[in-house]
């Protein structure tokens, strides 16, 4: 009966975590990496040899994580790039993970608590309780909500199943040495996957050996303590558990520099690493107390100062919870242990070796938070031996049944709201400009509002995105490109020149430069931008282009040829490219090749009609005034108000006519 009362409560913290999610069934991808890990990533598209081999050598995004790529690929081979199939998979990891915690709960809220094994069916449903505050949490909608965090929840089941095996190994008599090396070397392996998933299960050897101290007992705090047999034995079985936490994070540090992601010392200094690490700690318990105006992106401030009021306050609250946790520990180490596994999570993603631009995730807080949903745990089911709530009927049940359900049901709440801010790129943008305004906050909103065609929308915030980050290349561009669409030349093109003053050495910017000096009709500043996009980079077909229209509109076709010649062997199916080359053939009175070339241009133009008259003068210049007619009828009849291309009809059929007579 007893197994039963245990099934069905964590039965209960599944589906009561699943539904608190369920609204991320409908999400799509979001332009947060999504794109790049999936929608432009062809590498991890199965389970094939070239995918498995991609995922165990690359470092995407500066991340190793083969284990989750491989869930991916078997993602995509059942449902393509539909995004149900990847958020079904992340919200199923997330349930399995609140079971698994629930089962690490009982085992540690009855280590806690005084006589908590002697009420096994209230243990289990404060355990349930805890389970639940850390499963349906706002802060873990980043986690389970965003398909490329899939890292967090596959890494979080194993280093949650690492745990459970470990608190269950303690409990083995130690005359059964077999099955507590088998519990050992199962451990071990599901430490090794939690790292394949994700490389901050690096501190899972540190915490575990915080639980030796407490609530496992295994030796104290004290001098005495740390200098027992005991002490050592704990911390030599770890010795293999920290030396590949050691390669784990060599591995992830090189990988971060390789792809470029690392924050460099000059955009932050140690001194201001160790208040963003401060900063860190005290806002991430701000948002477990009150989960709100969450966002996707907490942008860091650069430059950063690290006597800004928020990081001081964050400096004294956790000092003062420090110094508190310390006294504490006289009469108990729980909050201390608490507050030292907490922190010890967060290590890897404080700060200290910073990258990305944020200052803080919601992600991060994904196992961070455990030790302080048993904390609240245990107060729940300590509460029950206190006198003063013992002799107090009503109160007893308002603070220990009425106070937990109406939490429970809180979060649940907030949380099947903040799983809908992920539903698109633009609910998610909003969001993180209503709440965590940032520059780049603004400028994937209005990217988002320009895909979506409602430019005029999209300014404020590209503009406001500029503002905030007047020294942002991209943010000039993203500027010029939609005023550029509005018709707003002059502007756009200042936009363009800041960007490539900002970022001398990108190639994209100064073809996008060139191109708008040659539509302002600046034909020379034009060549020179040109010259120097083909010159950074001479594998961009689209750059050679531009170079070839803007050198035959200085005369110089020759070179104009060899330029759209080569744009052609790196992409063969540019239209504009061969419209050019015929219009420079048949200025070079080459008839022959400029037909070829204005035919070729008629399976890809996007502008068929002026094609076709250019392909009806060629004809006629070569003595064809039938067949250019033939053109000349078929550019008229696509675009009416063509006068050029009925002027040219008229001639034609005068010369044919003629001809006939």
């Keep these: ?15 009561v975590t699943f539904f608190a999610f369920l609204p991320t069934l409908e999400n799509g991808f979001v332009d947060w990496d999504d794109q790049y890990n999936f929608l432009l990533n062809e590498s991890y598209r199965g389970l094939g040899w070239t995918q498995l081999k991609w995922m165990f050598t690359a470092f995407h995004l500066g991340h ?4 989750t790529w491989i869930t991916f690929g078997a993602d995509y081979l059942v449902w393509g790039l539909d995004p149900f199939g990847y958020h079904l998979t992340n919200l199923l990891l997330h349930t399995a993970n609140a079971v698994v915690f629930y089962l690490i709960a009982v085992r540690l809220l009855s280590a806690l608590v005084p006589d908590a094994a002697s009420r096994p069916l209230l243990l289990r449903f404060v355990a349930a309780f805890a389970a639940l505050v850390f499963a349906i949490h706002p802060l873990r909608v980043e986690s389970v909500a965003w398909a490329t ?3 967090d929840v596959l890494s979080a089941l194993f280093y949650l199943l690492a745990v459970l095996v ?11 040495p077999a099955v507590q090396r088998r519990g050992y070397w199962l451990c071990f392996l599901l430490f090794v996957l939690a790292l394949l998933s994700k490389s901050m299960a690096v501190t899972m050897p540190a915490v575990l050996l915080l639980l030796d101290i407490y609530p496992l007992r295994r030796f104290s705090l004290t001098v005495a303590g740390l200098r027992s047999s005991q002490a050592r034995w704990a911390l030599l079985e770890k010795v293999p558990f920290f030396a590949l936490s050691a390669l784990a994070s060599i591995g992830a540090f090189r990988g971060t520099i390789a792809e470029s992601v690392l924050t460099t010392e000059e955009a932050l200094r140690w001194v201001d690493r160790a208040a963003v690490a401060v900063y860190g700690l005290g806002f991430y318990l701000s948002k477990l107390v009150f989960p709100s105006r969450l966002a996707n992106l907490y942008a860091l401030p650069i430059p950063f100062d690290p006597l800004a009021p928020p990081v001081l306050l964050s400096a004294v609250s956790v000092a003062g919870l420090g110094l508190l946790s310390t006294w504490l520990a006289r009469r108990t180490p729980v909050f201390l242990i608490a507050f030292a596994v907490y922190t010890v999570i967060l290590l890897p993603v404080i700060g200290i070796f910073h ?5 803080a995730a919601d992600r991060y807080t994904y196992l961070a938070l455990l030790p302080w949903a048993i904390l609240l745990g245990a107060a729940v089911l300590g509460g029950w031996g206190v006198p003063a709530l013992a002799s107090r009927a009503r109160l007893r049940v308002v603070a220990l049944i009425v106070a937990p359900l109406l939490l429970v049901l809180t979060l649940g709440v907030l949380t099947w709201r903040q799983v809908q ?13 209503r709440y965590a305004p940032s520059a780049q906050a603004h400028r994937a909103l209005g990217r988002e509002l320009v895909r979506l065609g409602r430019i005029p929308e999209a300014l404020p915030h590209l503009r406001a995105s500029a503002d905030l980050r007047p020294d942002g290349p991209w943010e000039h561009y993203e500027l010029g490109a939609a005023l550029e669409r509005l018709g707003q030349r002059p502007e756009a093109t200042e936009h363009y020149v800041r960007a490539a003053r900002l970022s001398p050495t990108n190639p994209h910017f100064r073809n996008y430069l060139g191109l708008a000096l040659l539509k302002e009709g600046r034909v020379d500043e034009a060549a020179t931008e040109l010259r120097r996009a083909v010159a950074l980079r001479g594998d961009s077909a689209e750059a050679r282009k531009n ?54 241009a008629l399976r890809q133009s996007k502008d068929a009609a002026q094609v076709h008259n250019n392909l009806g003068v060629a004809l006629a210049r070569q003595g064809d005034p ?13 675009r009416p108000d063509f006068v050029a291309a009925q002027r040219n009809l008229d001639a034609a059929l005068y010369e044919a006519e003629s001809r006939r007579r």
Aim: no cysteine; net charge positive; aromatic share 8%.
């Design 626 to 638: 039938e067949g250019a007619a033939r053109e000349f009828r078929v550019a008229v009849e696509l």
């Design 64 to 67: 190793y994580a083969p284990l």
């Design 355 to 359: 990258n990305g631009p944020q200052i």
């Design 547 to 600: 170079l070839g229209t803007a050198l035959a509109r200085q005369g110089r076709d020759a070179e104009a040829i060899e330029q759209f010649e080569e744009a052609l062997r790196l992409s063969p199916d540019l239209a504009e490219v061969h419209e050019g080359l015929g219009l420079a053939f048949m200025r070079r009175s080459d008839f022959p090749r400029a037909i070829r070339e204005f035919r070729a």
């Design 166 to 176: 470990y608190l269950r190994r303690k409990q083995v008599p130690s005359g059964r």
């Design 149 to 151: 965090e899939r890292k």
């Design 1 to 15: 009966m007893a197994k039963l009362r245990g099934l069905g409560i964590a039965a209960a913290v599944a589906i």
């Design 421 to 433: 801010v992920w539903h698109d790129s633009e609910t998610l943008w909003a969001n993180a400009v």
